[in-house]
């Protein structure tokens, strides 16, 4: 098994996030159909597409702060109680702020 890579695994995200970014504004940006009833679905998608691109920019700039956080030499440390975060957390989510109990208990 390869040893967990932070820098590689957040610019592999932020790439995708990137990517995420960029498809939807490119569907926001296609043209309505000039019928009516087909206009009102195409007006409720982007509404969902506006939704998933505050979602994939906030994704980014999360993932932003992550690597900004590496060259500071804080990465993996907790933003809300300064423990290091557990190794399995940052591994299935890169760019997490805390750890699993100050997450808990933020939610």
Do not use: K, W
Not at 10 to 28: C, K, W
Not at 56 to 82: K, T
Not at 83 to 91: D, F, G, K
Request: hydrophobic residues 40%; aromatic residues 4%.
């Amino acid at each position: 098994m390869n040893p967990f890579d932070p820098a590689s695994a957040l610019h592999t995200l932020a790439h995708e996030y990137q990517q995420r970014v960029e498809a939807i504004r490119r569907d926001l940006q296609r043209s309505h159909s000039p019928d009516f009833a087909e206009q009102a679905a195409q007006r409720q998608n982007d509404e969902v597409l506006q939704g998933l691109l505050q979602e994939a920019e906030a994704g980014l700039l999360a993932v932003r702060h992550a690597l900004a956080r590496l060259e500071e030499g804080r990465y993996g440390q907790c933003l809300g109680c300064g423990e290091p975060i557990q190794l399995a957390r940052l591994q299935a989510m890169p760019a997490a702020e805390l750890c699993l109990a100050c997450a808990t208990a933020r939610d």
